[in-house]
């Protein structure tokens, strides 16, 4: 039974750019979160999904990143015309019920904007 | 809104000597408090965590944390360090929303010596 799955571990974008970060959530979550951790901080909270609904997205910036839980297929975290403060570690976490705030995290994508 | 602070920002200890990490937490009710760990380039991974009931609480890799309402706080514990140890803890707070919504504290971490 594999964990939350992140890909990819690291990508690298040039100024200007677009990077797509995908989540496969564990088997049988249908609850998606994305947290960014910037360098020397703890983790941000961004967006909270659930298939095919945005659900909560006030941690989100309001231009360039935008996010997805399509009926079929991985979460996407997608960030437009990449700046360099973006580079960081985004994380997705899944869980299952509600209540139970059993959070699986994946192993992160760790973008660097050069 | 709820907060999490971690007073230390970075702490070593000597390899087999005891340890406590300190956590404050700003909420009305009683929350639900997780302790989780980051190992270098890895995901979170849950230590331990606090619903109700007992307010001594055991997690995994001989952790255990203690909640104190009347000090807002609940401070990490294990009677003696090892090596592996090392890596970034993250103090967290549930928020009480209509959905299971994490918040981190900044994160304390910490250097194993031999």
């Known amino acids: 039974n594999a964990g939350v799955m992140q890909n990819p571990r690291h990508l690298v974008r040039r100024r200007g750019q677009e990077a797509r970060l995908r989540c496969s959530p564990m088997?049988?979550?249908?609850?998606v979160y994305w947290y960014r951790q910037l360098p020397e901080e703890g983790l941000k909270f961004m967006v909270y999904?659930?298939?095919?609904?945005?659900?909560?997205e006030s941690g989100m910036p309001k231009e360039r990143f935008s996010a997805e839980f399509p009926k079929e297929g991985p979460s996407i975290l997608r960030i437009q015309q990449v700046v360099r403060g973006d580079s960081a570690a985004y994380f997705c976490?899944?869980?299952?019920?509600?209540?139970?705030?059993?959070?699986?995290f994946g192993s992160g994508t760790r973008l660097t904007v050069v | 809104a709820q907060s999490v602070t971690q007073p230390d920002i970075h702490i070593t200890v000597s390899e087999g000597a005891s340890l406590e990490l300190r956590c404050n937490y700003s909420y009305g009710a009683t929350p639900y408090l997780f302790w989780y760990v980051q190992s270098p380039g890895q995901g979170l991974q849950l230590l331990l965590k606090?619903?109700?009931?007992?307010?001594l609480v055991q997690g995994i890799k001989g952790f255990e944390a203690e909640f104190k309402r009347s000090q807002s706080s609940f401070n990490l514990r294990k009677p003696s360090v090892h090596w592996s140890d090392a890596a970034e803890y993250f103090c967290a707070v549930g928020e009480e929303t209509s959905y299971d919504k994490v918040i981190f504290g900044p994160g304390t971490s910490l250097s194993v010596i031999p």
């Open positions: 606090y619903f109700s009931g007992d307010t």
């Open positions: 088997k049988g979550h249908s609850h």
């Open positions: 976490a899944s869980s299952s019920d509600r209540g139970s705030y059993g959070y699986t």
């Open positions: 999904l659930q298939k095919e609904n945005i659900i909560d």
